[in-house]
């Protein structure tokens, strides 16, 4: 899968929010950071599509904000999970795992270990 | 949920916050990338300078995070709103223009037919209204009648009895009664009702109970009443307690038993019951006639219904009630009664027929039925035209949008949201149209009903003015998709082509392809208008001829009213003694300088009809039918009748020697020729078969109007009231010196003094009573008067606009023929054909139409024919003219386009 984000299906963006929150709480240019790290760089979320998703998920109730300090000092805008964040990615979760085996027994691909 | 309305609530109030609170966001955002670029050993510059290319453009950043907050959509409405209001506002007459017509044709539409629907077509409010036929019997029942759709009161029971094909059936007599409670005097309405009456209707009790059939078995043995549930809360104020006390009707103690279901008032409409008494105690309520306890089959009296059985229809049971009919016929037939009646009358009479008619229809729906369904066709012409206008305005508007929509395209609209303006703006204009439309519809019925009934029985007449939300949605809808049609589609299609040449062409061609479409609505329009036009011209023109009609004698200074001692349980000679002291009374009141009583009224559409005997042609009695009354002396003085031949009636016509007053028509029609006085006929009594010619003719009077206006007078022949065989209802006429109307409050106080238990009813002048005589007549002129002018007003904006866009598309053609030579009386010349082509082909295919629907309407006319050529000849010209004028100023402007400004417009 090539590495842009107009290439993300619908609703993956969301789960990659979702899980790179899931451990702790971050700003947009971490969260941006944290999903390249965790897909191997495959994916790179560029701010045009990052903060539509971040305020879109926050109106949803998944998000909420704060203002804090980031690495430099500089206030930054923190978003971390709600419940309802928590309790979506749950089930965005085994939805994936779902679709995944699904795709890969369609394809004829070997099983990975996730 | 919480999370979105508090999205929401930051929207509205606090988004100058939101847009700092982003705006930080983001500089923090490239600063940290920025940052994180040094680390890796980039310079400060170098990395601020990648870090600002690798986010994009802060400013679409900002606007994709605007673009989903909760909320945007409303803003986007209400930003639509105000373009859509913006652009209605820059074109006020296209606004106006369409906004009036879609008011005009959905308040038309509305009124109307809200009208209709509750006049003509409404069921009576009881169970199962539509399985409630009316029993009537086609024929002439040869005897006495209180109209055609009465039968007698033993016919009625036979019918009850001996028919399969009702569940129930009951019959039921209107009668006005005298009520007095403390001491107020009053007239009621009361429905004299059989015991089946409740049960058959499935009318409940309000209070107490209802008549039972209980109460019907034996005559005079239930002084009960049962009130109206309107009646007993307008005059009673709602009292409860009232159910178990006594009232008064006619003198005669009765007791409440109960108050019926609320909004029953009867089963006639257009006599809304007060109240209602069991028929056993006719002879208590009609003191003047018995008809129950004599058991007359020759007095036909009773209305009768029936509920048809489950599943039986109504021709079912007519077909199979006729055996029966004919067995009850053929027993009449050999009674006592009929032997004076020749044999071809008994076969005549062998051939009656039950007829079963729907049992909400009634004497008012019936005589509407016609006038309102003609009013409800030309509103519907009007929603057509209505609808072409529509089209047009939007089509001439076309272009201009076209080119708009290209525009807002090329700099970046999404189509959707253009359509959504667009939808907008539709919804706009239709909302405002709606809106007007059904404040006018409310207006126009209260209005009509005004106009067609007197002030105090607008309460009573169970007509609401509220406005049928079926036809409300039918012409919106109509009128929508017109405007969707013809306004959002040609301008939708127009965003679908190419956007540079629609810019580029800058001469406002547009869609040619729309102009014969425009010409088409034209010619629909002009022939829709001239059909209405035509139909306004012969509905007016009747009222004309019906008014110019007048009754033969002067209507100005005379005023009338009725009364009824005899209902307050006066005797005869009581009565008699009454009206002479009445008399005498009001001939002594200032101002009065005439008095005249007449038992039957005139011009209210009542007839007393009576079969004569002459001196010699004592065997055919049934055509000699003439109308007549019963009058005191002054009373052919007092209308203004005068006296040709012979005498009037004196004080001393009381002998037992009777005689007559007889018109013109009379003489002609049943005396020998030569002089009339001391001739004798005499009147057919079913009692007795031996009857002489005994009335003795000693006057004559001119032929006068008896019934109402359109009907030619009649045969008549007055009696004199002294001669008659009881008193009781009398009209009481009044000639005046000055303005009857000031007159009528002193004489209201002065019958109160006179005698306060009997009460007046129908005070009003002679012209009043004509004018309402006509009313319907009257209403239908105005109202097709109003919606022709419309109409004409509609085609006339409607052929202006085609020209006026023809002129503006041809600006250039026209300067270079102007160029070359062309006159300007040329120029007019040939745009003042194009626009006769289209009035002209409009005008033939309306006369085509208004030629072939003329006959639908000629019951409505009087004194000229349907196909009247100079009705359609003047609303053809009155046409013309007005489309003519229309044309000629777009013509005119085209002729004076200045060539050099033309050509260079391109």
């Keep these: 899968m090539a590495g842009s984000e107009s290439d993300l299906l619908q609703g993956t963006l969301d789960v990659l929010i979702l899980k790179a929150l899931a451990l702790q709480e971050l700003h947009g240019m971490g969260i941006s950071r944290r999903i390249g790290q965790m897909t191997n760089g495959a994916f790179d979320v560029k701010a045009g599509s990052l903060f539509p998703a971040l305020h879109r998920m926050e109106q949803a109730g998944w998000l909420t904000s704060s203002w804090g300090q980031a690495e430099t000092n500089r206030r930054a805008k923190f978003y971390s999970l709600t419940k309802t964040g928590r309790k979506h990615l749950q089930t965005e979760t085994e939805r994936w795992e779902r679709i995944s085996l699904a795709m890969g027994a369609a394809l004829g691909l070997r099983q990975e270990a996730r | 949920m919480i999370s979105r309305l508090r999205a929401l609530w930051m929207y509205v109030f606090r988004r100058n916050q939101l847009d700092d609170d982003l705006d930080e ?37 900002r606007q994709g995070v605007r673009d989903i907050r909760v909320g945007v959509t409303l803003e986007r409405l209400v930003q639509d709103v105000r373009y859509g209001i913006r652009t209605l506002a820059k074109n006020p007459i296209f606004s106006l223009v369409a906004i009036g017509t879609l008011a005009l044709g959905i308040g038309a539409n509305t009124a109307m037919f809200s009208l209709l629907d509750q006049v003509v077509l409404s069921l009576l409010p009881v169970k199962q209204p539509e399985r409630l036929v009316r029993v009537t019997m086609a024929g002439d029942n040869y005897g006495d009648s209180y109209g055609p759709d009465r039968i007698s009161w033993p016919m009625f029971e036979d019918l009850r009895d001996g028919n399969q094909v009702f569940t129930g059936m009951f019959s039921v007599f209107s009668t006005s009664v005298t009520l007095g409670h403390g001491n107020r005097a009053e007239q009621a309405t009361a429905e004299l009702v059989s015991g089946s009456y409740f049960p058959v209707l499935g009318i409940g009790a309000a209070e107490g109970r209802t008549i039972a059939p209980d109460d019907d078995k034996v005559p005079d043995s239930q002084p009960v009443v049962v009130l109206s549930y309107s009646f007993w809360h307008n005059y009673f104020n709602g009292d409860r307690s009232i159910v ?13 038993i109960g108050v019926a279901q609320p909004g029953f008032d009867g089963v006639q409409p257009e006599i809304p019951a007060q109240m209602f008494v069991p028929i056993m105690m ?14 007359r089959r020759r007095l036909a009296w009773v209305k009768t219904f029936g509920r048809l059985k489950p599943g039986m229809s109504a021709q079912q049971a007519q077909s199979s009630l006729q055996p029966l009919l004919h067995s009850i016929l053929e027993m009449e037939v050999q009674l006592p009664d009929f032997r004076q009646f020749s044999n071809e009358d008994r076969r005549q009479f062998l051939r009656n027929r039950i007829q079963l008619l729907p049992g909400s229809d009634n004497w008012l729906s019936e005589r509407m039925r016609r006038p309102l369904w003609i009013l409800t066709a030309l509103t519907g012409a009007v929603l057509l035209l209505a609808c072409a206008n529509l089209a047009n305005l939007m089509l001439a508007r076309a272009p201009a949008r076209e080119r708009e929509i290209a525009l807002r395209l090329a700099i970046g609209a999404a189509r959707a949201r253009i359509v959504r303006q667009l939808m907008v703006e539709t919804l706009l204009l239709s909302g405002a149209g709606a809106a007007l439309g ?19 029985e607008v309460a009573e007449f169970v007509v609401s003015p509220i406005p049928d939300w079926r036809v409300l949605a039918l012409a919106l809808c109509l009128l929508l998709l017109t405007s969707l049609a013809f306004g959002l589609v040609p301008a939708l299609r ?36 001239l059909l209405l036009l035509t139909g306004a011209g012969l509905f007016v023109r009747t009222l004309r001829n019906l008014r110019g009609l007048g009754p033969g004698f002067p209507t100005d200074h005379l005023v009338e009213f009725a009364l009824d001692p005899s209902l307050n349980g006066y005797s005869n000679d009581q009565t008699e003694s009454f009206y002479e002291r009445l008399n005498v009374n009001l001939l002594a009141m200032p101002g009065v300088s005439s008095v005249g009583l007449s038992s039957m009224p005139l011009l209210k559409a009542y007839a007393w009809q009576h079969a004569i005997i002459g001196e010699t042609s004592a065997g055919e009695p049934k055509e000699a039918q003439p109308v007549l009354s019963e009058v005191g002396p002054g009373y052919f003085s007092t209308i203004g009748i005068p006296i040709l031949e012979g005498r009037d009636f004196t004080e001393r016509d ?8 007889i018109n013109q028509s009379f003489a002609k029609r049943y005396l020998p020729p030569g002089d009339p006085i001391g001739r004798r006929f005499g009147l057919v009594d079913d009692q007795d078969p031996t009857a002489l010619p005994n009335i003795e003719v000693i006057g004559v009077i001119p032929d006068t109007k008896y019934k109402d206006l359109r009907e030619p007078a009649p045969p008549q022949a007055y009696f004199s009231y002294f001669q008659g065989p009881s008193f009781r209802f009398m009209n009481v006429y009044l000639r005046t010196e000055g303005d009857p109307r000031q007159l009528e409050d002193r004489l209201q106080e002065r019958m109160r003094q006179f005698d306060s238990h009997v009460p007046i009813v129908g005070l009003e002048t002679m012209n009043d009573q004509i004018g309402w005589s006509l009313r319907t007549e009257r209403l239908v002129a105005s109202l097709s008067a109003i919606f022709g002018g419309l109409a004409m007003l509609l085609a006339v904006v409607g052929l202006y606009g085609v020209m006026a866009y023809t002129v503006t598309r041809r600006t250039r053609e026209m300067g270079i023929r102007i160029a070359l030579g062309a006159t300007r009386a040329r120029i007019i010349g040939m745009m003042m054909r194009e626009a006769s082509v289209m009035v002209l082909v409009g005008l033939s295919v309306g006369a085509v139409l208004a030629l072939a629907l003329a006959n639908l309407i000629r019951n409505q006319l009087f004194g000229l024919d349907p196909h009247d050529p100079w009705t359609l000849i003047g609303a053809s010209l009155s046409l013309a003219i007005a489309a003519g004028a229309a044309g000629f100023i777009p013509a005119a402007r085209a002729s004076s386009v200045d060539p050099t400004t033309a050509l260079r417009r391109e």
């Excluded at chain 2, 178990?244 to 409440?256: E, Q």
């Excluded at chain 2, 059904?438 to 105090?456: E, G, I, K, S, T």
């Excluded at chain 2, 009381?654 to 007053?661: H, Q």
């Design chain 2, 25 to 61: 966001e983001l500089s923090a955002y490239v600063e940290l990338v920025s940052a994180e670029k040094v680390r890796s050993g980039m310079s400060t510059e170098e990395a601020f300078r990648n870090a600002r290319r690798e986010t994009g453009g802060v400013e679409q950043i």
């Design chain 2, 244 to 256: 178990g006390r006594t009232i008064a009707l006619n003198s005669y103690k009765m007791t409440v």
């Design chain 2, 282 to 295: 006719k002879t208590e309520m009609t003191p003047h006639s018995d008809g129950l306890k004599d058991r």
């Design chain 2, 438 to 456: 059904l404040a006018l519809a409310l207006l126009a019925d209260r209005f009509l009903l005004h106009l067609y009934l007197p002030a105090n």
């Design chain 2, 494 to 529: 127009g965003s679908r082509t190419e956007i540079a040449p629609s810019i580029k062409e800058r001469s406002a061609t547009g869609s040619a392809a729309s102009v014969p479409l425009c010409r088409l609505l034209v010619v629909i329009q002009v022939a829709l208008s």
């Design chain 2, 654 to 661: 009381r002998g037992p020697v009777k005689v007559a007053v």
